[in-house]
């Protein structure tokens, strides 16, 4: 079976998800495209010599079409909600690019309606569940190999932040990823944050705090803290370490090739995230169209993760802002998202 997709939104990472799902994925196939700003649908569908994909004039005509299967969307954070529950309410499955909805109300409306319509259809964006480094950290925690993990250290740079970007997109864009992979990672939830501002760079916008950091207690009593550098300069760089009882383990760097010359010994990093998660972008869109070609439950991040990711971004916001530990108050996990039993207090 082939499935047809459907994408909104056709900006950097639409056509990326595009570019992968046209030239490297097996299963499906993009048949349909929307955006706002019509050029840059046009552009999707030319750069990929996609001339049987149909151009439509907003997200809600996409996604009542009848020879769309399945909708991706890759537009504004604040347009997912629309599209999200629209797909829902017309039964198609849904690939939602990060955040699911920019409130956790809009998140928890989502949320509803998936369970009222009695069947998961919905996936989001997290990627970093796809990378092999960070499934190599969740396999050493749960074989327990480290033995109880106490302490978590990250660090999210990025060379440089675009002009627009603001003090609580480091917590709404950037953050985000690690608040959905570490929970995933040590099965446990969040209950407070705080946010710290250290001397701030010269190479940020006078707007922009940066570095900044974060740190998040889970109700297992594991402390998290996490650099968030969006003007670092040097690379995008990820890190994780992971401190347990009985050892430590760690995200390993990126695959490049060592250097021995003009009398240093190096190594190359990425500059872009695109590059950075490549593997993981390609796993997580595959995994999404092979669970649903072969009828299987989606297996990627849900709705409720999504809602999760949501309530802790407004609890880090606020903390940016109160400079005092904020709590993290979630509802009790539904039944339909497999309400698992968590990491014991
Ligand atoms: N998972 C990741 O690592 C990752 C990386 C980058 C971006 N993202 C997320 O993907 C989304 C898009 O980011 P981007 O970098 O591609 O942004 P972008 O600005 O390059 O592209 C967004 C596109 O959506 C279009 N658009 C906006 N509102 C629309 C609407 N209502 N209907 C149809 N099209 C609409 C815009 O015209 C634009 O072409 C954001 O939510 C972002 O957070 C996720
Ligand atoms: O939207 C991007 C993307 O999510 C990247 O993975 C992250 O590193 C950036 O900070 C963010 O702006």
């Given at each position: 079976?082939?499935?047809r ?9 639409g ?5 992968r799902i ?8 993009i048949?349909a495209?929307?955006?706002?700003n019509?050029?840059?649908a046009a552009?999707a ?5 996609l001339?049987?994909a149909?151009?439509y ?5 996409l996604?009542?079409a009848?020879e ?5 969307v890759?537009s504004?954070g604040?347009?997912h ?8 309410a ?5 690939f939602?690019?990060?955040p699911?909805a ?9 949320v509803e309606?998936?369970?009222?319509h ?10 970093r ?9 969740k ?10 993990p106490l302490?978590?250290?990250?660090a999210?740079?990025n ?5 627009l970007?603001?003090t ?5 864009d950037?953050?985000i990823?690690?608040?959905?992979v ?9 209950v407070?944050?705080r ?12 707007h922009?705090?940066?570095p ?12 998290i ?12 760089d990820i890190?994780?370490?992971i ?12 695959a490049g090739i060592?250097?021995?010359?003009d ?17 993981s ?19 990627g991040?849900t ?13 880090c916001?606020r903390a940016?802002e ?5 709590a993290?108050?979630?509802?009790e996990?539904?039944e ?7 990491r014991?207090?």
């Open positions: 079976m082939t499935l997709i459907g994408v909104i939104g056709t900006g950097a990472i056509r990326d998800h595009i570019r046209t030239c490297n994925l097996s299963g499906a196939e048949v495209v929307t955006d706002v019509a050029d840059a552009l569908i030319e750069s990929y010599g001339t049987d149909k151009i004039p907003d997200d809600l005509s996604i009542a009848p769309v299967d399945a909708i991706l890759a504004w604040p347009a909600q629309q599209s999200v529950l629209a797909g829902i017309a039964g198609k499955y849904v939602c690019e990060k699911l920019t409130t956790a109300a809009g998140c928890r409306e989502i309606a998936e369970i009222k009695g069947k998961k259809l919905v996936q989001v964006g997290f990627m569940r796809y990378d092999s480094g960070y499934i190599q950290l396999q050493a925690v749960e074989s327990g190999f480290i033995g109880e302490m978590i250290r990250c999210h740079r060379p440089s932040s675009a002009d970007y603001t609580d997109m480091a917590v709404t950037t953050f990823h690690e608040i959905d570490l929970h995933w990672l040590v099965n446990d939830d969040y407070s944050a946010v710290a501002f250290p001397k701030k760079t010269r190479n940020a916008l006078p922009l705090r940066d900044q950091v974060i740190t998040l207690e889970t109700r297992g009593g594991i402390l803290t996490t650099e968030i550098f969006v003007n670092c300069k040097y690379g995008y890190q994780c370490e401190i347990g009882e009985e050892g430590i383990v760690r995200l390993p760097e990126v060592t250097y021995r010359k009398a240093k010994l190096g190594m190359n990093l990425l500059m872009d995230w695109k590059d950075r998660f490549i593997d972008y390609d796993r997580e869109l595959q995994d999404f169209i092979d669970c649903i070609n072969q009828n299987r439950d989606l297996q991040p709705s409720w993760d999504g809602y999760v990711a949501a309530v802790t971004a407004d609890a916001v940016q109160s400079g005092q530990e904020e993290i108050e979630l509802d996990k539904p339909f998202y497999g309400g698992v039993a968590l014991s207090v």
